[in-house]
């Protein structure tokens, strides 16, 4: 069972993985990167993930093909789906049991798939699903946050090569989004607003740091950004929770999102990137001065001492030299893809198991 | 001129540094590592850097051959020395100019030294260096904090072999010292204690972290670490400011630095890591709740989507687990290496130049 510890002075929880624990000399090599074995996440190879949860599909039944989207456990999973939190001191440390769900969500059945070169509507279906299993496991009254992520390439932590996001749901609200709440709410209790309806606003009123704007969303590199061409889709109506959404949003968002991955795939030559969704906490209603959104963040550059230390982040490209960039190139998918187009709307969930 | 702009949400600071701005396409192929050209740092070559603002010498003057340890700054500065802070709004965001200073500390006139292979007397100087450089920035008015750091290996950031540190001043101060000193600050309040010598009690009572023990310091793998092998080394007697330590501490501290790095290179085999002195801002006085400290953090794990949208850290190597085997291997320098000591105590610092 993995444990969870407090930081004293900070308040930042890590995941210590005694499961995952490796030797010194484990270390001495650095990991390799994309594998070229079987890989586990192709259409036919579902006997080598545990049984699936939740799958979308056109034909088939559980665990066999026929899917689109598919959910799995992550068969290394960070945070353990039983037991009790446990929660106690440690001398003057703080501790609890490492209780959460850890979820892959395959994105395509099809091994060489891109942001790119998927079909609008397995973004969309990608989409639905990221609600679906918010919307099941908001029901664990054990967990408080589910984080939706995609690691992409070597340099963003991607271990495998195949087109897959992760869902991993903590016991307690991660220390990053909190900071975010308290900040969106000091602005919300000075100001009457949300903060990032006010961002949305000048955005698209300045517009040089948009890079796509659209009925119900709007992506620009922010006035801060921590990393050369950073983008952030931002919702235009306020709404805390990824798991309300709506139809016309997920529609808009499945081309928004597949615009600016493939516009940063063309720019930047495939980098390795990640993409956060961030979403309100489950025990909260519906929360005036918090927005959900995303934040991709192509990994260009290394984070070194500074940064670590600091927390002060160097980018060498301004945002509105990005942004300038990213509305040029078009994200246009290699001659020759099948485009497995289908139309737009809620699919047809096939659960194919219970978390 | 650089631009600190800070994020409105989490008040993060970054330095949009227009001066390093590269095109989209320099990014498409990855930075190469450590370059094979003539390196700028090794004694011979004090031509190819900006001129020297101090050294410490055995012979010579500024600018030639003689030096142990020699500060310049660096070439191309996060932030620029020269100017006013222009503190400004722009439409809802705050901006500033990037004023500062970022110097770089060249550890030794041999290119083909690490930590292992430096002797203590030279890690002294390099701990000399660093007060001397706080101690003359401080005077600075516009300036509050100082980060000294290190980067070792490619996957730590560093872009030249040859042994360095660095220092970087701010105008304002970093988001994770105004951190660590709100989560001291709170326990002080509550406690009346510093959390730290609390934390320096309870490691030297439980010992299981512990990784060397000596008069002045403390070294542990800490409850909540973050990485595989990270590793705090913390003053015993109470102190907010590095520029305050005195010469019987740093000659223990050569002593404890130099051994724990020596221990991560062969227990890791030459790990990229980086390591940062947390030490309070320049424009307070002696603060009872903070207390300045050196993490040691080896780069062994890749942070992915995850760590950077929740801050929960993932690792798989218990603290209990590594402080143990670091405490077992001998961080003996290979054979063969000179070791040209030079007896504990206060180095005449020859100073060059001023900032």
Redesign the interface.
């Known amino acids: 069972m993995p ?1 969870l ?14 499961e ?3 030797r ?1 000399h484990d ?2 090599v ?1 990991p390799a990167g994309t594998s070229s074995k079987v890989c586990p996440f192709c259409e036919g190879n579902e006997a080598m993930t545990p049984p699936e949860i939740l799958a979308y599909r056109d034909h088939g039944g559980p665990d066999a093909p026929g899917w689109r989207v598919r959910v799995v456990p992550n068969r290394f999973p ?1 945070l353990a789906i039983e037991g009790d939190l446990d929660k106690r001191g ?4 703080d501790r609890m049991a490492g209780v959460g769900a850890h979820e892959v969500i395959i994105e395509s059945p099809a091994h060489h798939v891109t942001a790119a070169t998927l079909p609008e509507s397995a973004v969309r279906d990608v989409l639905w699903v990221y609600r679906d299993r918010l919307v099941d496991l908001k029901r664990d009254r054990r967990l408080v946050h589910g ?1 939706l ?3 992409v390439g ?5 271990s495998l090569e195949h087109a897959h996001s ?1 869902l ?1 749901v ?1 016991p307690i609200v ?4 909190w ?2 709440m308290t ?2 709410l000091e ?1 919300y209790n000075y100001r009457g607003r949300c ?2 309806c ?2 949305v606003q ?1 955005e698209t009123s ?1 517009e040089k740091r948009v890079v796509l704007d659209t009925p119900h969303f709007t992506a620009f590199c ?5 990393f ?2 950073e983008t952030w889709i931002v919702p235009k109506s306020h709404e805390s929770h990824y798991e309300n959404i709506q139809g016309p949003a997920v529609d808009d968002l499945g081309h928004v999102l597949h615009q600016v991955l493939g516009k940063l795939e063309v ?3 495939s ?1 390795s990137y ?5 979403t309100a906490p489950f025990d909260h209603s519906e929360l005036p001065h918090y927005h959900w959104h995303i ?1 991709v ?2 990994r ?1 550059t ?5 940064e ?12 509105e ?2 942004a300038a ?1 990213l509305r040029e190139v078009e994200a246009t998918p290699p001659a020759g893809v099948p485009a497995r187009e289908r139309p737009a709307g809620r699919p047809q969930p096939v659960a194919s198991g219970t978390s």
């Open positions: 444990e510890r407090k930081d004293p002075i900070v308040g930042r929880w890590v995941i210590i993985a005694h995952r624990a490796r010194p270390f001495k650095a960070a440690d001398g003057m440390y984080m992520f995609k690691n070597e340099n963003a932590g991607a992760q991993i903590t991660p220390i990053s989004v900071e975010e900040g969106a602005f903060i990032y006010d961002m000048q300045v922010p006035y801060a950004s921590r050369p061409f720019a930047l030559d980098p990640n993409y956060i969704v961030h934040e963040i192509p260009l290394k984070v070194a001492g500074f670590w230390g600091s927390g002060f982040y160097i980018n060498p490209v301004p945002p030299q990005a960039f």
